[in-house]
């Protein structure tokens, strides 16, 4: 059974930072790529950063310039470093990597708290 586990967030003031990781298990593939998003309160899912097998990355504009993404190994896959955090960045940030064959899975994320 593939799962796929988020850790590292929690409650900062605004300017800190916070690295998260995504622990991977059940599976032993190449990954094509992984990436992460985030849920603000009351509003949709969306990207803030992916990776490509060939590290290719691409950022959403609100965190260019703040957040990394970079990619680990077969069990952490993909890390996102987090600084300069504002209030707006608060919410549950959510893994996820493709594995070759187009296999997709996502975490259950892990919630980010900025405190002004």
């Known amino acids: 059974q593939v799962r796929l586990v988020e850790s590292g967030g929690g409650l900062v003031q605004a300017g800190g930072s916070l690295r998260l990781s995504c622990a991977a298990s059940?599976?032993?593939?190449?990954?094509?790529?992984a990436g992460w998003y985030h849920q603000a309160p009351g509003k949709q899912r969306v990207m803030v950063a992916t990776?490509?097998?060939?590290?290719?990355?691409s950022y959403a504009d609100a965190v260019k310039g703040r957040f990394a993404i970079s990619r680990g190994n077969a069990k952490n896959p993909v890390y996102l470093q987090m600084n300069s955090l504002q209030p707006e960045d608060t919410g549950v940030y959510y893994c996820?990597?493709?594995?070759?064959?187009?296999?997709?899975?996502w975490g259950k994320g892990t919630l980010v708290t900025v405190s002004a």
């Open positions: 990776i490509t097998s060939g590290e290719t990355t």
């Open positions: 059940g599976i032993a593939s190449s990954i094509n790529g």
């Open positions: 996820y990597v493709e594995w070759q064959g187009g296999m997709t899975f």
